[in-house]
């Protein structure tokens, strides 16, 4: 299948092995991050993907990879994967498009200051190095502005990478130390022997191992219910556009309260409306909405409301099969939605207003990712207590491909049972879903 975006391609393995360590279920950042961290300690490892190798949210991203503006219980962990992402071209061997460029938040009003001040006293808290800008500090730091701007929040030690690039070099470089590595291969399910896990059954035959870890995406809520574990997630959908033309512009990625911007390796740009994804309607929109609601309240102006033909499609899709059952990962191999391009056209002229080169924009090609959101947008990243042998990594909420490498790192930390990166305890699924936690 043609993908609205382009990825580097990769050839997934042709034999399935018989026996592994750990079965890691999905070929994005994180999963192929905890394959990668795994394999370099001598753990054998296969990584089962239903379709291409970061062909979803990986790869659809803006390419940021941004310590500043993340919830106080992501920072360390944020820190922690920029000095990774600052290794990322040696480790691969491979050009993963990663460059120490800093990230800027425009400010135009007192409330935009007033949110990011508050942040920048968090960060500082962590030690991270960020600045409050003045206004003329700004625009001398991005020169190009048509004014306005009354200050900003800059952290100098962010950078950017190339989603259709990394995701792809990190898989190499871990079926380089050892990973199998298989593609359009869906997981349906996992065995049990004694209380725990004691095999993954894809569509290709069975793998048997002792430990399996779910980084499945915007999936991995339906995979853990045909298990019979309700983790709470929901979907969003964001749009981007590829746009080229442009000249005089930093290479550094911006971000003001109605558009986004980040210069490619190619020398384009990649440009977003920020604040305004769409969040469909689905049959679990009503399961899980009095968990939903309290973020709902805080971030309802960046969502839009839709009601389609989601709805329906979720509702008729099977929750519970049999492991020798055809199941929706091989019907659905990628989602590839159609993008929101009243989004970009708006992205774009705001974009003109703030910096006039973007009015000489021409757009290239548009896409749109799926995100998966856990109530506190905060990811699970956890052992699962009650189906021993068990992990998750998921509920990413849209900032999987910057904190990915710490994420792919801990998980494996976990999985291990030795030292970790950063301390877990804030993203262990205790806080979602208390009975989960209690061992079998």
């Known amino acids: ?124 808290a962590y030690g991270l190095n960020s600045e409050m800008l003045t206004g003329p500090q700004t625009e001398a730091l991005l020169p190009g502005s048509s004014g306005g701007l009354i200050g900003g929040l800059h952290t100098p030690s962010d950078g950017r990478a190339e989603p259709a690039l990394a995701t792809v070099a990190m898989a190499n470089a871990a079926r380089r130390v050892g990973a199998h590595i298989l593609t359009q291969c869906a997981a349906r399910g996992v065995e049990r022997s004694a209380g725990r896990i004691s095999a993954v059954v894809t569509e290709r035959g069975r793998i ?128 590839d939605p159609l993008p929101t391009k009243s989004f970009n056209r708006k992205a774009l002229a705001n974009l003109a207003r703030a910096y006039p080169a973007f009015a000489k924009a021409q757009v290239v090609n548009e896409w749109a990712g799926v995100m998966d959101v856990t109530p506190d947008a905060v990811p699970v990243i956890s052992d699962v207590p009650s189906t021993p042998g068990f992990f998750i990594a998921s509920g990413f909420s849209g900032h999987g491909f910057g904190i990915g490498p710490a994420a792919g790192h801990l998980m494996a930390d976990i999985v291990m049972g030795g030292d970790k990166l950063v301390d877990p305890a804030p993203f262990n699924i205790s806080r979602l879903r208390p009975k989960l936690a209690i061992a079998a």
Not at 208 to 233: H, K
Not at 286 to 301: A, D, G, I, K
């Open 208 to 335: 048997t191992c002792s430990s399996v870890v779910l980084a499945g995406g915007v999936w991995s809520r339906l995979f853990a219910g045909n298990m019979g574990i309700d983790f709470p997630q929901l979907k969003v959908m964001g749009t981007v556009a590829r746009v080229t033309g442009i000249e005089g512009i930093s290479d550094m990625p911006v971000g003001a309260g109605d558009f986004a911007y980040r210069k490619r390796l190619d020398g384009d740009y990649s440009v977003a409306l920020r604040n305004a994804n769409i969040a469909n309607i689905v049959p679990d929109s009503f399961r899980l909405f009095f968990e939903y609601m309290p973020s709902f309240v805080q971030t309802w102006r960046e969502l839009k409301l839709r009601v389609g033909k989601s709805f329906v499609d979720e509702l008729v899709m099977p929750k519970r099969w049999a492991l020798d059952e055809k199941t929706a990962f091989e019907t659905i191999r990628t989602l």
């Open 1 to 124: 299948m043609s993908l609205s975006i382009p990825v580097s391609p990769f050839q997934g393995d042709a034999e399935l092995p018989a026996h592994v360590d750990v079965v890691v279920i999905g070929g994005g950042i994180i999963g192929i991050n905890t394959a990668l961290s795994l394999a370099e300690r001598g753990v054998s490892v296969a990584v089962v993907e239903k379709g291409v190798i970061g062909g979803e949210q990986s790869a659809r991203n803006w390419g940021w990879t941004r310590q500043m503006g993340r919830d106080p219980a992501e920072i360390p962990l944020t820190m922690a994967s920029l000095r990774l992402w600052s290794q990322m071209n040696e480790r691969t061997g491979d050009e993963t498009g990663w460059r120490r460029t800093g990230i800027t938040y425009l400010c135009y009003n007192k409330r935009d200051m007033d949110i990011w001040g508050g942040w920048y006293e968090k960060g500082k």
